[in-house]
């Protein structure tokens, strides 16, 4: 099974528990999300109508954290740690994942440098064994380690929760990538007539080399034959020749 199908599944199972419990319960839920190893996209479930309750009470700042691991990263925890819940290892280990994967969205290339900063390590052991250990075997990147350039080259990422504003951008982004397909389309289809034009051309030209070539050997040969059937008088033919017109 692959991960985008264990995604749909982890997610409709935790939609419906949100959608099941009120109030304080639903804090369980949204830990367990959050902490679930194989669950990397939480906007379904932050839109579950029953969270709506938290808003304006003590636990709202929860509705915060699903929103974090929705659209943040670990630097983004760091920078509102104070006004939310601390997290469990197996949250900042999640969190650690998306920044990877928010990372990869932009990026293909990924220094280790730039990766140690958001990431809070302190050293390439450490990094690679993450990236490896808890993105490349999990499923969720798919790249390879060049410890000579000192970077992840990344192949493939799980694409995170689309970020609020995201869509408009996404759409635009799209429509200039059909326009521009739209354009190389027709580009590509005057060219094959143009080249559809200069075979139907250069056929007509070869008839008509080879017409006249046809035509060159008939007149060749109809000399040929005409030099051959002319009679040759021998030097004792013209002179009885001669002598009959003097008499």
Same mark, same amino acid.
């Given at each position: 099974?692959?991960?985008?199908?264990?995604?749909?599944?982890?997610?409709?199972?935790?939609?419906?528990?949100? #959608?099941?419990?009120?109030?304080?319960?639903?804090?369980?839920?949204?830990? /367990?999300?959050? #902490?679930?190893?194989?669950?990397?996209?939480?906007?379904?479930?932050?839109?579950?109508?029953?969270?709506?309750? =938290?808003?304006?009470? &003590?636990? @709202?700042?929860?509705? +915060?954290?699903? +929103?974090?691991? #929705?659209?943040?990263?670990?630097?983004?925890?760091?920078?509102?740690? +104070?006004?939310?819940?601390?997290?469990?290892?197996?949250?900042?280990?999640?969190?650690?994942?998306?920044?990877?994967?928010t990372?990869?969205?932009?990026?293909?290339?990924?220094?280790?440098?730039?990766?140690?900063?958001?990431?809070?390590?302190?050293?390439?052991?450490?990094? &690679?064994?993450? =990236?490896?250990? /808890?993105?490349?075997?999990?499923?969720?990147?798919?790249? %390879?380690?060049?410890?000579l350039?000192?970077?992840?080259?990344?192949?493939?990422?799980?694409?995170?929760?689309?970020?609020?504003?995201?869509? +408009? *951008?996404?759409?635009?982004?799209?429509?200039?990538?059909l326009?521009? @397909?739209?354009?190389?389309?027709? @580009?590509?289809?005057?060219?094959?007539?143009?080249?559809?034009?200069?075979?139907?051309?250069?056929?007509?030209?070869?008839?008509?080399?080879?017409?006249?070539?046809? /035509?060159?050997?008939?007149?060749?040969? =109809?000399? %040929?034959?005409?030099?051959? *059937?002319?009679?040759?008088? #021998?030097?004792?033919?013209?002179?009885? @020749?001669?002598?009959?017109?003097?008499?």
């Amino acid at each position: 099974m692959d991960i985008e199908q264990k995604q749909a599944e982890h997610i409709e199972f935790f939609v419906k528990q949100a #959608s099941t419990q009120k109030g304080a319960s639903l804090l369980n839920v949204i830990v /367990e999300a959050t #902490s679930h190893p194989h669950l990397f996209a939480f906007s379904e479930i932050l839109a579950v109508p029953n969270l709506r309750e =938290l808003e304006g009470t &003590e636990n @709202s700042v929860y509705l +915060g954290l699903l +929103g974090l691991f #929705s659209h943040g990263t670990w630097n983004d925890y760091k920078s509102n740690a +104070g006004r939310l819940p601390r997290l469990v290892p197996d949250q900042i280990l999640k969190l650690k994942q998306l920044t990877v994967l928010t990372l990869a969205e932009t990026n293909k290339v990924l220094p280790y440098d730039v990766l140690m900063q958001e990431l809070d390590v302190t050293n390439v052991r450490e990094l &690679e064994d993450f =990236l490896i250990n /808890e993105c490349m075997y999990v499923g969720i990147v798919r790249g %390879k380690l060049d410890q000579l350039r000192r970077c992840l080259e990344v192949q493939f990422a799980v694409g995170r929760d689309l970020r609020p504003g995201q869509l +408009g *951008s996404m759409i635009q982004t799209l429509s200039k990538w059909l326009s521009t @397909s739209d354009n190389l389309l027709f @580009s590509i289809q005057e060219k094959i007539k143009w080249a559809d034009t200069m075979s139907e051309l250069d056929k007509k030209h070869r008839k008509e080399v080879e017409e006249r070539i046809e /035509e060159v050997k008939k007149s060749l040969s =109809l000399k %040929k034959l005409h030099t051959v *059937s002319r009679p040759t008088l #021998s030097s004792e033919g013209m002179r009885r @020749s001669i002598l009959d017109l003097m008499e």
